[in-house]
């Protein structure tokens, strides 16, 4: 009878059309995927998939199949959630994190990962939202921390945290007497996040809606290059204050106040809904708990 593994193989390389990137998600060798996957259809005595030159498809024999396999592996993960200590999870996490996450919570939640499931290796890879919902979607990352919701029928987002934008700026920066008009911060170049990002847009679209002339307005996929330029007067940081606290502590930025309000960004941990995505949801329920104590925003 076919054994799991070698179900979970058809399964990827059914969903991903490759062999190849089944082999690279199952952290196998391509040759070990293509012997699998004969076996099966030697077992079942039909052919699974059609071989094309740079991808393989389904042939009716094998969509029957793949319904099965995708029961086998949710049934799976649900017995594993149901049964199984949390010790006894095993694998590679593919995490996506937004930076901002990676300055406020990120490495409390890599050691209650370590500590909890000590069996997983988490993998972090930095980077935008939008680069991250589609990496999700391409099946390249299991799990993210990002901007969202993502309303896709395909995703499940549970929300994190929600942090506040400022402007901040080095003390040095010259705004004026008493309260900084937006005219007055527009006196100044803006930095804030790429401009495919939604506190970008918002930024934006609250600069459009005011009679004032268009403003200096950087975008920068490094938050840590933000501060940076922030810290050497160059504009104003329109960052969350959690990610400089030592600099506002310091005294090398400042958060210019009273000005005029920014929208929150609202954080999810955004993962596919697959028969196996049960690393992936304990992971999130994980975040949700870290994200949610009060301390890291002290």
Request: contains cysteine; aromatic residues 6%; neutral net charge.
């Amino acid at each position: 009878m076919a054994d799991l593994r070698s179900l979970e193989i058809f399964y990827w390389a059914a969903s991903l059309c490759s062999f190849r990137k089944a082999a690279e998600r199952m952290n196998t060798s391509q040759p070990a995927v293509s012997q699998r996957i004969a076996a099966l259809e030697d077992e079942f005595g039909v052919r699974l998939f059609e071989r094309r030159a740079r991808s393989v498809a389904l042939t009716p024999k094998g969509r029957d199949l793949l319904g099965y396999a995708e029961r086998f592996l949710h049934l799976r993960t649900e017995m594993m959630r149901s049964v199984a200590g949390p010790g006894t999870m095993r694998g590679v996490l593919r995490l996506g994190v937004s930076e901002t996450i990676v300055h406020t919570w990120l490495m409390r939640f890599i050691a209650r990962m370590n500590e909890t499931h000590p069996g997983v290796t988490v993998d972090i890879a930095v980077d935008i939202s939008p680069n991250m919902r589609d990496a999700l979607l391409n099946r390249d990352l299991d799990l993210a921390f990002l901007v969202g919701p993502i309303t896709m029928p395909s995703l499940v987002n549970l929300p994190l945290c929600s942090v506040s934008l400022a402007w901040i700026a080095a003390p040095q920066l010259d705004l004026g007497p008493g309260e900084v008009s937006l005219a007055s911060l527009l006196r100044h170049p803006l930095i804030t996040y790429p401009k495919n990002t939604n506190p970008y847009v918002s930024l934006r679209e609250m600069l459009a809606r005011s009679d004032l002339p268009p403003p200096r307005l950087h975008s920068n996929a490094s938050l840590s290059t933000i501060v940076r330029m922030a810290r050497e007067g160059i504009g104003i940081g329109v960052i969350p204050p959690e990610v400089v606290r030592r600099d506002l502590e310091e005294g090398t930025l400042r958060v210019i106040a009273p000005a005029p309000a920014l929208p929150d960004i609202a954080f999810t941990a955004t993962y596919a809904s697959l028969p196996d995505s049960g690393l992936a949801a304990e992971a999130a329920r994980l975040a949700c708990e870290v994200a949610a104590a009060p301390d890291w925003r002290q």
